[in-house]
């Protein structure tokens, strides 16, 4: 097998000028084959400059940037790449793409399908048509990976675990996200971390908690914000009403002590709900029965305007003869991602390879 080919080194005998300088130039040439040391910013007000004095190949040739070259973007929102258009006099200018085209391992850099090489570098903005990008793999499940790619220009997309955002909701179903151009010219692992879904919130006797939040999913320095924890109601009591029996007095004490009032329905209204923090759950606080549509008169009794049992218009002292409160733990907030298992289902990541439009 001859899968490596032996470069010469130079000599200086005075030999075949095959086994000298030739051999020099070889690895020369050999070495700044795809060498990019060009500058290129975006100011993110769509303009990019290209510093002077930068070295880039182009198809074996070497071409050094003179001076500064300005370039105005057609959409300030769009991600765009540098092409090379060489002019075939020895001398070349800049143009710019919304595809990298595809990584060519002998040139050792990206070049479109017109032949034209593109710079290692990317602009800020969004990546135009998406969609029109190449699937190669994704993962789902809460954990810490090793990925390893080709060289080229990747589109990649990060979901983390399933929370809240802080909305009235038991169960996790909001995300927050993260989209990205990625370029690799490198042959080392990549970190890939997926965060985990928030549990959702326990019930109990009283209100649903609330579910917990989703853990970051990052890539190599790329993350995703958490997403935060329910803040608000969630659920309803199991136990809304209960209808314990009051009686009631005419307030001016001309009605006999034992007229009554018909059965009140007394509703349990929670003060204090479950909620989901990053990780940790917390009971709610307790419930208690409200008396609907009636005054309090003082510390003991309430009044209510209502008739008699002979149908006379008159005011009632009334007497709760059963508890006027309740305690009903609010359910326990769901853990956080954070604290999920790793194998668990959790945040996303997906990559596409970006060439052509």
Request: proline share 4%; glycine share 14%; hydrophobic share 30%.
């Amino acid at each position: 097998m001859n899968e490596l080919q032996l470069i010469p080194n130079p000599d200086n005998l005075p030999n075949a000028v095959t086994s000298g300088y030739q051999q020099q130039n070889t690895n020369i040439f050999t070495i700044q084959t795809g060498i990019d040391t060009t500058e290129p910013y975006d100011n993110g007000n769509g303009v990019i400059t290209i510093p002077a004095g930068g070295v880039v190949e182009n198809n074996g040739v070497l071409f050094k940037l003179a001076e500064n070259v300005i370039l105005n973007k057609p959409n300030i929102n769009t991600a765009y790449f540098v092409e090379i258009i060489d002019h075939g006099n020895g001398n070349a200018s800049f143009g710019l793409v919304t595809r990298p085209g595809a990584w060519n391992s002998g040139k050792k850099g990206c070049y479109t399908q017109l032949n034209r090489r593109v710079l290692n570098w990317v602009s800020t903005g969004n990546l135009d048509n998406p969609s029109n990008t190449s699937y190669i793999n994704h993962w789902n499940l809460k954990g810490t990976y090793n990925v390893q790619l080709p060289f080229g220009f990747f589109y990649i997309q990060l979901r983390s675990g399933l929370g809240a955002m802080n909305l009235d909701s038991r169960n996790p179903t909001k995300y927050e996200s993260f989209d990205f151009i990625y370029f690799n010219n490198k042959t080392k692992n990549k970190i890939l971390k997926i965060g985990g879904n928030g549990q959702s919130g326990k019930t109990s006797e009283g209100w649903q908690g609330f579910c917990g939040g989703g853990e970051a999913t990052e890539f190599e320095n790329y993350k995703t914000k958490n997403t935060p924890f329910g803040k608000r109601n969630a659920g309803n009591t199991n136990s809304t009403h209960r209808t314990p029996f009051i009686s009631g007095t005419p307030f001016n004490g001309w009605r006999s002590p034992t007229d009554t009032l018909d059965t009140l329905t007394l509703e349990v209204r929670p003060v204090n709900n479950g909620f989901g923090n990053n990780g940790y759950g917390n009971d709610g606080g307790e419930g208690m029965y409200s008396l609907p549509n009636i005054q309090t008169s003082d510390n003991t009794f309430f009044t209510i305007n209502g008739r008699d049992t002979t149908g006379r218009n008159t005011t009632f002292r009334l007497f709760a003869s059963g508890v006027n409160s309740v305690n009903y733990n609010g359910g326990a907030g769901g853990d956080g991602g954070s604290v999920m298992l790793d194998g668990t289902e959790g945040g996303y990541c997906e990559i596409r390879g970006i060439t052509w439009n």
